[in-house]
């Protein structure tokens, strides 16, 4: 068997070699964490838009009236608002190693909850996210839905929290399939 | 090199092939129905802000490119380009809506000649799955391309095809592939 083994072995390797997809081998099985701050922020109110689409709409009669309760609750973050808001990104939690930048673009739906698209941009690449978000502070988990560069064809999902340790800071973990 | 051997090496070589294969394959063509009951729209009226654009913009439009009559106003109600509607759906795993299985959400974002990019997500018990593409309006048949998901679909990709169910419902059929958990 011992003069077997290597025959064996190099079939195996051979193998594996040509089972492994060329594409996404960068970024697959990936899993990494970036450090990220607020930069700018805004908050687009559409109170106007909402009232005239009330009145001025192409529905017919029988559609449905927005519920009373789907847009109670603190001010702002009815639906059709937006919130932007664009993030310095760093790989180190004490935020002296600035990698990158992060924009999120969030639309307001229904009872405080926005659908959120966010773009990182960073030193070897870009990546795109998007998923729901609470926007209240909670982790915010978007499916990461492509990316450039680097991360060509990236997918898997980005959970957004806050640090615990520094006040203001999200911590991003990345995982990628 | 004996038969023996030749037959171990083709055995070991089949083996590794297999579990070397990604896991987008093993777990290729998920089929997943959902019936979907509108729980909420929203319709945003845009006139004041396209009006606006017209005359303040970065752009150097032509007096034909612009969608206002001759006197100011649009023509019928819309939805014109820079509308959006949000819908709100509460989701059943039966035809006969028995049976609670999440909740989809989409935004749709009014192009011109009422078609519209429209981005959603099914939020099921199992995970996110996230679909977008171009619905035109007041359309039951449409198809988005699934973009992505969370948890148990976590990398998903395929598509979603909508058509209409009994009772003012929708049909969405899931063809996700690629997941990855």
Known sequence: ?177 | MSRTIAGRFLFAAVLLLAAALPATASAASKKLTVYAVPATVQFMNHADDRLRGMSTNPFNFKAEAVILGAKGKEKGNGPFPGDDILYAFKLFSDAKRTKPSGTAMFTCYYEFKKRATCDSYFDLANGLVLASGQVPFGATHFTLAVTGGTKAYFGALGQVDSVPAAGNAQRFDLRVTGTQK
């Open chain 1, 1 to 177: 068997m011992r003069r077997e083994l290597p025959v064996v072995l190099a079939a195996l390797a051979a193998a594996a070699t040509l089972a492994v997809p060329a594409a996404s081998a960068a970024t697959q099985g990936r899993s990494f964490v970036f450090y990220a701050k607020a930069t700018h922020a805004q908050f687009i109110n559409h109170a106007d838009d909402r009232a005239r689409g009330n009145k001025a709409n192409p529905f017919n009669a029988e559609a449905l009236a927005t519920p009373p309760k789907a847009n109670k609750g603190k001010k702002g973050a009815r639906a059709g608002d937006n919130a932007l808001f664009s993030l310095n990104v760093y790989s180190d939690p004490a935020l002296t190693r600035l990698v990158g930048t992060a924009t999120y673009s969030c639309t307001f739906n229904f009872a405080q909850e926005a659908i959120c698209e966010a773009d990182f941009e960073l030193a070897k690449g870009t990546m795109i996210a998007m998923g729901p978000a609470k926007l209240d502070g909670r982790p915010i988990v978007l499916a990461v839905t492509g990316g450039t560069g680097r991360y060509v064809g990236a997918h898997g999902q980005v959970t957004s929290t806050s640090s615990s340790a520094r006040k203001g800071t999200q911590v991003l973990h990345f995982q990628l399939g």
